[in-house]
């Protein structure tokens, strides 16, 4: 986008500034409204077991998985539960996963005192051959086998399966679908160009200076403080930035302050202090000029379960002000423009990248997409709150957008389904070790790339790359 | 009636002594289980005794407020907290530990699974009944 307009306008940056600098409006906001709703419970009681979760998810998905089911194997497949099961007979059974991992961080294990064990280190996958899988449903379960890739699938989907249960009383699957992509939305999209920046991994906090220039080069490209008037007026184009999540570094997690001496501590303060002042003043340049939706992470102040809740205003004095800040929950879905966005700051992808064999986060968030459900991890490993009416990240409606925040890399692609349904995928990396950041188009769901760099202490001009 | 239940008002009903095998009625499961006194909907959660004079005066009045209590509404029949504990017990409903057993009763019908009607109308008839709208197993936690 950049670029092709940049090109023949660059001579203007070698003449002296005109008499009259010429404005450029920022495109208006068309319409939007915030569809997160069932992301915020109201109520905080977590009195309950998990095991309600679970109940409804079934529930929930089963009506889904049976029409897939028929439509893939005949509208004459038998569809049992697992109480009802006959040797030999091949029927289809709808259930939730269950992997059972011998390397699965337990607490049970780390606390036991037979066993005088140390706690495991934390690994970064926590797969191995001798995995199994268990289809559970509402009373009984049963051990999977055949035509099922254990290594790749995680616990909590809901599957669809077909086969015949052995003699030895473990079901031989012979085929399996998942939920698939969820109905389609209409398209309202704008008939121009016009732009939504997705930045996640801001990082601040961590005390390297490196990345807070890019950070103050994106805050002045988003503002049209940047370049010459061909980039200003391409800035003018983005409607709107979402911050997806980890706006706080790693580093502002450090928790030595608590075992240590309390004389030690006094008059020593979070880090995380300075940092949420940093973003304030971050904040507040972006909010003067566009919309901005502030997403949390997993490293941010606020809880730790799914679904995280906005941040408070409280903590943002300088920005919260403005109408423009909008401080929206984890998982987050609105419709910007007329077109559905959802997305997550990518702790449901990292979670299963943990637990699964699939390396390629696109891969992962494709297949979240397909099986219908946004996390299904949580509450397995993934904390999660104890719901019991209905599980809010069972996908009902096919987004437009689908995002996941704090990627190792950007990666997009456009998925297209049977029904008419177009999404586009786009895993955000993040911002604080890859300086880059996206813009979609909403006019043609297109998706590209923005990197920012600097050169480093023996060249003192900051540069800023444009890489497609 | 049957004498399984303590009559709320009456303190310290040793419940113990009317057991279910002693009325011939069938044994449970849960005859094995602590039997524990619970608090009627209005009693006060402790009321700090005083010392002298008016712990006479305290009792009388606790005698008079208890009786009007008592019947505001008839107590649910036996045959009615049966077919709730059913209800309970009933797999298709989903869990039933930790909500109440209306919270239950809307969840299965949102999600499609039609459960009976007079339920729910027991359920809000005797709404401030926490025998009727806990469940079973409230008393246990989590």
Not at chain 1, 226 to 232: D, F, P, V
């Amino acid at each position: 986008m950049f670029s092709e307009q940049v090109a023949p306008t660059a001579q203007g940056l070698l003449g002296p500034p005109s008499a009259e600098p010429p404005t450029f409006p920022r495109v208006p906001v068309l319409g939007y409204s915030d569809c997160s709703g069932p992301f915020r419970p109201g109520e905080r009681s977590f009195g309950r077991q998990y095991a309600h979760v679970y109940a409804v998810r079934l529930a929930g998905m089963r009506p889904t998985l049976e029409h897939r089911a028929r439509g893939r194997w005949g509208s004459d497949a038998v569809l049992r539960k697992l109480s009802e099961l006959q040797a030999g007979e091949k029927c289809c059974v709808v259930g939730t996963l269950f992997k059972a991992m011998q390397l699965q961080p337990s607490i049970l294990q780390e606390i036991s005192e037979e066993h005088n064990l140390v706690p495991q280190p934390p690994l970064p996958k926590y797969i191995q051959p001798s995995d199994e899988l268990i289809l559970e449903d509402e009373l009984q379960r049963i051990k999977l086998e055949g035509a099922i890739d254990v290594q790749r699938l995680v616990t909590g989907t809901i599957v669809a399966v077909y086969g015949s249960e052995q003699d030895d009383g473990r079901f031989l699957v012979e085929d399996h679908c998942f939920a698939d992509l969820p109905p389609p939305l209409p398209w309202n999209g704008p008939t121009s160009d016009r732009f939504v920046l997705l930045a996640s991994g801001l990082g601040l906090g961590s005390g390297s200076g490196e990345a807070l220039l890019s950070t103050q080069l994106l805050v002045d490209v988003v503002t049209g403080q940047l370049g010459a008037e061909g980039e200003q007026s391409c800035a003018a184009h983005i409607s709107r930035v979402i911050l997806a999540g980890n706006l706080l570094s790693q580093n502002t997690q450090s928790r030595d302050t608590i075992n240590k001496a309390k004389y030690l501590t006094k008059k020593t303060q979070a880090a995380s202090v300075e940092a949420v002042k940093m973003l304030d003043e971050i904040l507040l340049q972006l909010c003067t000029s566009v919309p901005v939706d502030v997403m949390p992470g997993e490293f941010d102040p606020t809880n730790y379960t799914l679904p995280q809740q906005p941040l408070h205003r409280c903590m943002l004095p300088l920005a919260s002000p403005y109408a423009t800040l909008h401080l929206v929950t984890n998982p987050y879905q609105a419709n910007l423009d007329g077109v559905r966005f959802l997305g997550t700051s990518g702790q449901n992808v990292s979670d299963i990248f943990k637990y699964s064999s699939m390396d390629d986060y696109l891969e992962i968030l494709e297949w979240t997409l397909l099986a219908g459900h946004i996390s299904p991890t949580a509450p397995d490993t993934l904390g999660c709150y104890p719901f019991y009416k209905s599980d809010p990240f069972i996908l009902t409606e096919c987004p437009h957008v689908y995002f996941c925040g704090n990627a190792p890399c950007f990666q997009s692609k456009l998925l297209q389904g049977a029904e008419g349904q177009r999404v586009l995928l786009v895993t955000v990396p993040d911002f604080s070790t890859t300086q880059t950041a996206c813009l979609v188009n909403l006019r043609d769901l297109t998706c590209q790339p923005i990197t920012f760099s600097g050169f480093g202490a023996e060249d003192e001009d900051g540069d800023m790359e444009v890489g497609h | 009636m049957g004498g399984s239940r303590p009559v709320p008002g009456i303190a310290g009903a040793a419940a113990s002594s009317m057991s279910r095998r002693a009325m011939g009625q069938p044994r449970r499961i849960t005859d094995s289980f602590p039997r524990r006194r619970r608090r009627g909907p209005g009693r006060p959660p402790g009321r700090l005794k005083d010392k002298d004079k008016d712990k006479e005066e305290a009792q009388g009045k606790a005698k008079v407020r208890d009786r009007p209590r008592a019947a505001p509404q008839p107590p649910p029949d036996p045959a009615l907290l049966e077919m709730l504990r059913r209800f309970d017990l009933c797999w298709e409903y989903g869990p039933c530990t930790g909500i109440t057993r209306l919270q239950r009763w809307e969840r299965a019908q949102a999600l499609g699974l039609s459960p009976p009607g007079p339920i729910r109308d027991a359920l809000l008839e005797h709404r401030d009944n926490p025998d009727v709208t806990y469940s079973l197993w409230h008393e246990y936690e989590l």
